[in-house]
């Protein structure tokens, strides 16, 4: 187990959305943060107060969470002197990186000597199997998104919590790290050999009651070229019941992609729900989630509304207006 509370390292991301790993630590599990640790340069900042290493062992913190979600998923040389300064300090570490920290042998060596634990949070514990696309009782919900990045982790968590709240049957299935650390459980997709992806997604959404949702987090997008087949693997390893749409308004571009334009929302629906349907000739799609974190409330307001009269279906921001209705759409199916 991972010990809490954490202190969240930001080293020095370039923006707040390189940071998501922290933030969403932050966001969903508060308790658990202690305050940040931000590198010169740094321009990510999770409102958190800054604090020294040894401030923070003082404050209690257990384990340097690294934060930081960069493209790759390396451990910087400059990183990797505060990771060493970190456990000499009496910190745990932990990490969902690409990059191990148990394959980095100044890291174990120093976790050795000073009998610290590391922790890598996306590395398989479990021998996948094959997917067979045998139909399993319960229900299941997935988020799907235009680009990578753009709230499906916060719109399955928020959906989560609203439909527990209505007395709904529901479990968050955690399916990426930064699930995975405010969970404590699920499968880390991207690190999954791919044959074994599909099936990994059948294993952690098991038979359950008829009346049971599992919330699956979403990953990638279908129509970004780099991480298109992780999110195929969730559709068909995930037999959903249903989709939820997501989107974030204000990108110009892909994440990582300057050269490619983001689908509409009605090309993301025509695209995904073909594909759902393979697996469950059933699916259909449930609602619409927009990140508008970057929209003022009117406006807000006003994008969703005209979303809703040009889609016909409920269109929320779940984290900043909450998931109800997007709760009462799957209740209605």
Not at 24 to 34: A, E, M, S
Not at 199 to 212: K, Q
């Amino acid at each position: 187990m991972i010990k809490t509370p954490y202190l969240l390292f930001l080293g020095d991301a370039p923006d707040g959305l390189a940071a998501k790993v922290a933030q969403g630590i932050k966001d969903w599990r508060p308790g658990n943060c202690v305050g940040q640790f931000r590198m010169e340069g740094c321009k990510a900042d999770l409102g958190l107060t800054d604090m020294t290493l040894a401030e923070a062992r003082a404050a209690g913190a257990e384990t340097l969470v690294v934060g930081v979600a960069n493209r790759g998923g390396k451990i910087s040389q400059a990183w990797k002197k505060v990771l060493v300064m970190a456990l000499e300090e009496g910190f745990d570490l932990a990490s969902g990186l690409h990059n191990l920290l148990r394959d980095e042998p100044d890291l174990v060596a120093v976790a050795q000597a000073t009998g610290r634990s590391l922790h890598d949070v996306r590395v398989p514990e479990v021998e996948y199997p094959i997917a067979d696309g045998v139909k399993r009782s319960g229900k299941r919900v997935l988020g799907v998104g235009t680009d990578c990045s753009v709230g499906k982790m916060y719109t399955g968590l928020a959906l989560d919590k609203s439909m527990r709240a209505m007395g709904m049957k529901s479990t968050f299935r955690a399916t990426g790290q930064t699930g995975i650390l405010i969970t404590g459980d699920g499968v880390p997709l991207d690190a999954v050999v791919a044959d074994f992806m599909a099936g990994s997604i059948e294993w952690l959404t098991p038979d359950n009651d008829a009346d049971h949702w599992d919330v699956i987090e979403g990953q990638g997008s279908l129509y970004h070229v780099s991480f298109s087949g992780v999110t195929l693997a969730l559709i068909h390893g995930g037999q959903p019941d249903a989709l939820i749409l997501c989107h974030e308004p204000t990108r110009t571009h892909m994440r990582g992609l300057p050269g490619y334009d983001l689908p509409s929302l009605e090309a993301l629906r025509d695209t995904a729900l073909p594909l759902a349907r393979i697996a469950n000739p059933d699916c259909v799609v449930a609602g619409i989630s927009i990140n508008t974190q970057h929209m003022g409330q009117a406006e807000a307001v006003a994008y969703l509304k005209e979303l809703e009269d040009r889609m016909g279906l409920p269109a929320v921001d779940p984290f900043r207006h909450g998931a109800d209705r997007l709760a009462e759409a799957l209740a209605a199916l």
